[in-house]
């Protein structure tokens, strides 16, 4: 058996390193090598947000196969997953916020669920041979990547930013230090992060198809312009004489 020549030894080495390379980016770098391939296409950007948010609402994606891996499929254990964790902004507020707050606000939200995420993995054992927690992972930095380039367009196209929800930025840790209460804290958890993405699969369809803001509108800001036009006049009318009246 003849050994490899020295031309295809050399070519062997470039693509070596450059496959360990790509093995040893870290979860940040992947995620800002993604953000430097933005499309410059908003409906093309809209579309990936909305499948992705519609994929990630459905509960047999992440909290169906954790609920059965933890023992919890009982109807009394399902009760307490079905309370929902209080922690995620609700439709209501969410649509209340211009495109660019709504924007960061999920961004934001959603980087504390990835936080959430490894605190669970870490409390209950089980969760670490959960392979829809890698998944809800890689769909979770799918959409803020895709946040991301459709900030940068509506940015580019002179959208005001408006600040974000406050409080989203610092998620809750969890409390729990037995295994029990862990587990349903974890799946309330995820019953929250289901809605969530549920409320913001319905704010993005109510987006237009282009940028312009045709569709969608700050309720806020209306608002604020309905309330100026319905100020009272401060002129004060004159009296008529009496004797105009009768004429």
Same mark, same amino acid.
């Given at each position: 058996?003849?050994?490899?020549?020295?031309?295809?030894?050399?070519?062997?080495?470039?693509?070596?390193? !450059?496959?360990? =390379?790509?093995?040893?980016?870290?979860?940040?770098?992947?995620?800002?090598?993604?953000?430097?391939?933005?499309?410059?296409?908003?409906?093309? !950007?809209?579309?990936?947000?909305?499948?992705?948010?519609?994929?990630?609402?459905?509960?047999?994606?992440?909290?169906?196969?954790?609920?059965?891996? +933890?023992? %919890?499929?009982?109807?009394?254990?399902?009760?307490?997953?079905?309370?929902?964790?209080?922690?995620?902004?609700?439709?209501?507020?969410?649509?209340?916020?211009?495109?660019?707050?709504?924007?960061?606000?999920?961004?934001?939200?959603?980087?504390?669920? /990835? +936080?959430?995420?490894?605190?669970?993995?870490?409390?209950?054992?089980?969760?670490?041979?959960?392979?829809?927690?890698?998944?809800?992972?890689?769909?979770?930095?799918?959409?803020?990547?895709?946040?991301?380039?459709?900030?940068?367009? !509506?940015?580019?196209?002179?959208?005001?930013?408006?600040?974000?929800?406050? =409080?989203?930025?610092?998620?809750?840790?969890?409390?729990?230090?037995?295994?029990?209460?862990?587990?349903?804290?974890?799946?309330?958890? /995820?019953?929250?992060?289901?809605?969530?993405?549920?409320?913001?699969?319905?704010?993005?369809?109510?987006?237009?198809?282009?940028?312009?803001?045709?569709?969608?509108?700050?309720?806020? &800001?209306?608002?604020?312009?309905?309330?100026?036009?319905?100020?009272?006049?401060? &002129?004060?009318?004159?009296?008529?004489?009496? =004797?105009? %009246?009768?004429?």
């Amino acid at each position: 058996m003849r050994a490899p020549s020295m031309r295809a030894q050399r070519t062997r080495r470039p693509l070596l390193s !450059l496959a360990l =390379g790509l093995l040893l980016l870290s979860p940040a770098a992947e995620a800002a090598v993604a953000m430097r391939r933005c499309s410059s296409s908003y409906t093309q !950007l809209l579309g990936q947000l909305r499948s992705l948010a519609h994929l990630m609402k459905d509960t047999s994606c992440l909290l169906e196969p954790y609920i059965r891996l +933890q023992g %919890l499929d009982t109807p009394v254990l399902r009760g307490f997953c079905t309370e929902c964790s209080g922690a995620f902004p609700s439709e209501d507020a969410l649509a209340a916020l211009s495109r660019l707050a709504f924007l960061q606000t999920v961004s934001a939200t959603l980087d504390g669920v /990835l +936080q959430r995420l490894a605190v669970l993995q870490q409390k209950c054992l089980k969760a670490k041979d959960l392979p829809e927690f890698h998944v809800a992972r890689k769909n979770i930095q799918g959409v803020r990547n895709n946040i991301y380039c459709m900030s940068e367009l !509506l940015t580019n196209g002179s959208e005001t930013p408006e600040a974000p929800l406050p =409080g989203t930025e610092a998620p809750l840790r969890p409390s729990a230090q037995d295994t029990f209460q862990a587990k349903v804290e974890g799946c309330q958890l /995820l019953c929250g992060y289901h809605r969530f993405m549920g409320s913001v699969e319905q704010v993005f369809e109510k987006w237009g198809d282009s940028p312009s803001r045709n569709r969608r509108h700050s309720p806020r &800001r209306a608002l604020h312009k309905g309330a100026r036009r319905a100020r009272p006049s401060r &002129r004060v009318k004159k009296p008529v004489p009496r =004797g105009q %009246l009768s004429r």
